[in-house]
Structures are given as C-alpha cells and as structure tokens.
C-alpha cells in the first residue's frame, strides 16, 4: 500500500568605488551545422495538435486552458510555462491524469507527430512539466511526469509499470514529491535501468537541491511538486544527457537508437489517491530541436563574488551550445538581473547610486534589464532560454544578479556571475 510517506529510513558583500561587473567581449567564429528547428508543439487545442496519444485504461488528456481550469470540483489557476512557443496560445496546454478509478497503476505517452516522427542523431527533447500535489500528502501520492527518445510506441508504452516487459529506446521519469525509496529519478535503457537518484539516498540528494528551489510538500529536499520543471533532454552518437531546470541529474554512454520522441505523465503505483482534484499533471511546450548551433563547445567562466547566487546552464561547463536554458536564483525579492551579451566592443553603463557607492557596469550591448519573479520560498528566479540562432554564434553572453543592499541602502549588492560564449 502507497501512502504519502517514503518507506525507507533517513540512513554579501556590498559593492563599492568602481566595482566592475561581467566584462564581455566578443570573438568572431564561423558558423557550422546550422538546422532549422525539426517539431514545436503548443498543444493549443486537440484539433490542431501534431502529436499521437498513446494511453493506457483509467487515463485522461484534457486540452486545457491551464490559467483558469477545473479538476473535479476544484479551480486551478497555473502560471504560463517558463518556455512558450511562438505562436502559441497563453495558458494552452495538456492536462494528465492516470489511475483515476480503477485502483491498477497506468500511465499515457503524447509521441511528436500525429503520425510519429523518427529521430536520429544529435538532437534536443524539451517540454516543460508541471506535477500537481496535494498538502498534506495523502495516500497514493506519488505520480511522475515521464519522457522517452528513440520509442517505439509499441504497447507496452515505455513507463515504469511496464519495465521488464519489452520496453524500447531510452527513457525515464522524475517524481513529483520524492516520493520513492531510491527511485525519484531514473534512467533506462529499454529494460535496464542505467541509473536512478533517491533524494534520501546517501550522497544523492544535490541534484534535488540545485535543480528545485523548493519542496512545498514538506520534505528536507528540493522537490518537482507544485512548480514548472524544464526538462530537456539531450541525444547523440555516445550518449544520453538528461536536465531537470538546466541541472544535470544523468549523463550515460548508451546510443539512442532511431525512434519516436515521448513525453507523459504516469502513476506507478496501484493504489488511489485520495484527493484525486489536486492529483495530475500539466504538459506544454513540446519541442525536439537540433543539438548545438555552432559545431563546437563554448565556454562557462563564472565570475563575481559568491553572495549566495547561482547560475545553472543546459550544458555542463565548460561546454555551451545553442538551445540552452540558463537559471539564475538567489537573490531576494527586490533584485534585477542583467543580461549582456558581447558584440563588438564593450562600453560602460553608470548606476546612479549615493554619494557614497557607485558601480561602473561594463557591459556589450545591453540585451534587457528584467525584473525578478519570486519562487514560493520567496527567493529570485529568472530562467531565459537562449535560441538556436545564427546571431549567437561565437557571441559571450552574460548573467547577472543586482539588488539594493539593506545594510548600506544607496549601494548595490550581487551574485556571481556566468559568462559563456556560445560554439567557440
């Protein structure tokens, strides 16, 4: 019997006079491999979307407008997943639900292509995963979002209730509330299980924390409950690189064999939950994307002091390639965060501050100041997802956090910093 409850035991410095930040500049880089984007889907509406269903019994895919909807008796208002595709509607997106009566566990796969597409090579699987779950964790809690590449969309349909049952390609799946003994994370290639991460397993807990910056659920870990989870997946000839919120969680030599790109949603257990309207899952923006843009690897160079910001990348340093997705968190509430990006020669931006501090921001070309959304811990958070575009080829792109500091107010106060050039 599943309950909400694991079943193994628990074995700034302020800135002043002249400080410069993130100093940007450019270096010229030919350009190789180019590919135009392979499929985006939005899921704006079931008769438009390109995707085929493939769902077990006691499974529902809804069509939603995710910012006012119902589940049951209850109303939801989700905010709009962190990578929208253009083009695509606000809001749209699939709602998932498995193990809805029966008592059996059951799951569902979305394939790319109404009639489903065969990837090959180095290429990117990305969407973005919302996990719903109740709080106070009831019984029968633990439900997963599942992703798979190289499928072949024959039933059994690759999920962890059909493991060791005749399951192709590589695949895997991620837990809303860390939920399992050992498996709250995993990995597999058709059968066999390559690797799996438990938050309470010794030495296994820092992807949870680096990649989740929250855990409303109540456990001691980051968890993917209740918060959109960008999940990028990255194939080539050698291996297999899996990202939760641009953080590495698996990284295995195994060759993807040519197949279908999935993505789903699964309870793996049989027992039901008992608050079934805050029980599901949110799928949106489906995307399977060239792997790099330049040919070769860029660089990631962290710079600036370390006054509890943090900057992840889609990429392990130091390589780099367009599509990435960089996270910035750390700062409070009131904090701005800088994007630059190198491209020809750097100039110098003057913060007006008091009398008694100043900051010299040297930067290339200023792309955006934006303003910081709040995680549920209260904590800054930007994600900003850099594009496979021609025009950052061989660019330096940089990231940084700034905010008011309180102990000396008029001065400001910052995180590190990332500077990465993309395919050097």
Same mark, same amino acid.
């Given at each position: 019997?599943?309950?909400?409850?694991?079943?193994?035991?628990?074995?700034?410095?302020?800135?002043?006079?002249k400080?410069r930040?993130?100093?940007?500049?450019?270096?010229?880089?030919?350009?190789?491999?180019? @590919? #135009? *984007?392979v499929f985006?889907?939005? +899921?704006?509406?079931a008769?438009?979307?390109?995707?085929?269903?493939?769902?077990?019994?006691?499974?529902?895919?809804t069509?939603?407008d995710?910012?006012?909807?119902?589940?049951?008796? =209850? %109303?939801?208002?989700?905010?709009?997943?962190?990578r929208?595709?253009?083009?695509g509607?606000?809001?749209?997106?699939?709602? &998932?639900?498995?193990?809805?009566?029966?008592?059996?566990?059951?799951?569902?796969?979305i394939?790319a292509g109404?009639?489903?597409?065969?990837?090959?090579?180095?290429?990117?699987?990305?969407?973005?995963?919302?996990?719903?779950v109740?709080?106070?964790?009831p019984?029968?809690?633990?439900?997963?979002?599942?992703?798979?590449?190289g499928?072949?969309?024959i039933?059994?349909?690759?999920? @962890?209730g059909? @493991?060791g049952t005749?399951c192709f390609?590589?695949?895997?799946?991620? &837990?809303?509330?860390?939920?399992?003994?050992?498996?709250?994370?995993?990995?597999?290639?058709?059968?066999?299980?390559l690797?799996?991460?438990?938050d309470? *397993?010794?030495?296994?807990?820092?992807?949870?924390?680096?990649?989740f910056? *929250?855990?409303?659920?109540g456990?001691?870990?980051?968890?993917?409950?209740?918060?959109?989870?960008?999940?990028?997946?990255?194939?080539?000839?050698t291996?297999?690189?899996?990202?939760?919120?641009?953080?590495?969680?698996f990284?295995?030599?195994?060759?993807?064999?040519a197949?279908?790109?999935m993505?789903?949603?699964?309870?793996?257990f049989?027992?039901?939950?008992?608050?079934?309207?805050?029980q599901w899952?949110?799928?949106?923006?489906?995307?399977?994307?060239?792997?790099?843009?330049?040919?070769a690897p860029?660089?990631?160079?962290?710079?600036?002091?370390?006054?509890?910001?943090?900057?992840?990348?889609?990429? #392990?340093?130091?390589?780099?390639?367009?599509?990435? %997705?960089?996270?910035l968190?750390?700062?409070?509430?009131?904090?701005l965060?800088?994007?630059?990006?190198g *491209?020809?020669?750097?100039?110098?931006?003057?913060?007006?501050?008091?009398?008694?501090?100043?900051?010299d921001?040297?930067?290339?070309?200023?792309?955006?100041?934006i303003?910081?959304?709040?995680?549920? #811990?209260?904590?800054?958070?930007?994600?900003?997802?850099?594009?496979?575009?021609?025009?950052?080829?061989?660019?330096?792109?940089?990231?940084?956090?700034?905010?008011l500091?309180?102990?000396?107010?008029g001065? +400001?106060?910052?995180t590190?910093?990332? =500077?990465?050039?993309?395919?050097?």
């Amino acid at each position: 019997m599943r309950t909400g409850l694991r079943n193994d035991p628990l074995p700034q410095d302020t800135m002043n006079s002249k400080t410069r930040l993130l100093p940007l500049f450019a270096s010229a880089i030919a350009v190789t491999g180019l @590919r #135009a *984007q392979v499929f985006e889907e939005a +899921f704006d509406s079931a008769a438009t979307a390109d995707v085929t269903i493939m769902q077990q019994p006691d499974t529902a895919v809804t069509f939603v407008d995710y910012s006012n909807m119902t589940v049951g008796a =209850t %109303t939801f208002s989700i905010p709009e997943a962190p990578r929208p595709i253009d083009g695509g509607m606000p809001g749209r997106g699939v709602l &998932c639900q498995g193990n809805i009566t029966q008592g059996v566990k059951a799951g569902l796969n979305i394939l790319a292509g109404a009639t489903p597409i065969t990837f090959s090579g180095s290429y990117r699987l990305s969407f973005d995963a919302w996990i719903n779950v109740p709080f106070p964790l009831p019984s029968g809690s633990t439900e997963q979002f599942v992703w798979g590449v190289g499928v072949d969309g024959i039933a059994p349909i690759e999920v @962890r209730g059909n @493991r060791g049952t005749g399951c192709f390609g590589i695949w895997g799946w991620l &837990c809303g509330e860390n939920g399992y003994s050992t498996e709250d994370a995993d990995i597999n290639n058709g059968d066999v299980e390559l690797a799996d991460l438990g938050d309470l *397993q010794p030495g296994e807990s820092i992807p949870f924390n680096e990649a989740f910056d *929250q855990n409303t659920v109540g456990g001691i870990n980051g968890a993917a409950a209740n918060t959109w989870v960008r999940v990028d997946v990255d194939v080539t000839a050698t291996d297999v690189t899996v990202y939760f919120n641009g953080y590495p969680f698996f990284s295995e030599v195994v060759t993807a064999p040519a197949g279908f790109a999935m993505i789903g949603y699964e309870d793996p257990f049989n027992s039901l939950g008992s608050s079934p309207d805050e029980q599901w899952g949110l799928l949106d923006n489906f995307r399977v994307i060239p792997l790099g843009l330049c040919g070769a690897p860029g660089t990631a160079i962290l710079q600036g002091t370390t006054t509890g910001g943090e900057i992840l990348n889609g990429a #392990a340093p130091p390589a780099v390639a367009a599509p990435m %997705t960089v996270r910035l968190r750390g700062g409070p509430v009131s904090s701005l965060a800088f994007l630059a990006v190198g *491209q020809p020669s750097p100039i110098t931006l003057t913060v007006p501050l008091s009398p008694t501090c100043s900051i010299d921001v040297e930067m290339v070309t200023l792309i955006n100041l934006i303003g910081v959304s709040t995680t549920v #811990a209260g904590g800054a958070q930007y994600s900003f997802n850099v594009p496979n575009d021609v025009t950052l080829c061989g660019a330096q792109l940089g990231w940084q956090y700034l905010w008011l500091s309180t102990t000396n107010p008029g001065c +400001f106060e910052i995180t590190e910093g990332l =500077t990465t050039t993309i395919g050097s």
